[in-house]
């Protein structure tokens, strides 16, 4: 995850004047921006100033940048500094809950975020490789709270007595899916969740 090969190859091409790779990049990190500026508990015109801001800095900064692979890292790290400006700027309290102590260094919340965005993305994609029906039946096992056995037998027209077998198969098509096979070869911290969400 750290030397995404994707990234570094937007982030040339974003250097060189080509807009599509500009704009896969936004797209691909609006949601980081997005999720930190929720943590901070913005009002959504707070959230849609911090963003403009952030991708503004980054046009003036994309051609400085040294080392391609650490834009996700510059992009949380500049979105928390525009957050707190803003929060600043309004008079807010600053809120407590982004780290459990006032200790915890900058970059540190940065590389968690960072890390939570990355885990996500590759969950959505290994969700999505998925066939339709063990997407069918995950979502409704992992849905809060998880659908009641006999909902999802008359939704899916499959026997309450199944249900647990086909859920282990796709739980481990899920594991053999090529993106959470390279999340597992890249360290011991898979993305939280399906296993534990669908045992529910």
Known sequence: MRDD???VDLVTRARDGDKSAWDELVVRYAPLVYSICRRY???QPDIDDVGQSVWL????HLPGLREPAALPGWIATTTQRECFRMIRATSRVEPVDLADSPDVPEQAIAEEEVLRHERGTILRTAFG????RCQQLLSLLMQDPP????????RLDLPIGSIGP?????LGRLRQTPALLRLAADGPDGPDGPDEAARR
């Open 57 to 60: 800095r980054l046009v003036e």
């Open 5 to 7: 090969p994707t990234v």
């Open 41 to 43: 508990r913005l009002p």
């Open 147 to 154: 659908a009641p056995y006999d909902e999802i037998s008359r």
């Open 129 to 132: 490789e998925l066939s339709r």
């Open 166 to 170: 086909n859920r282990a198969r796709c």
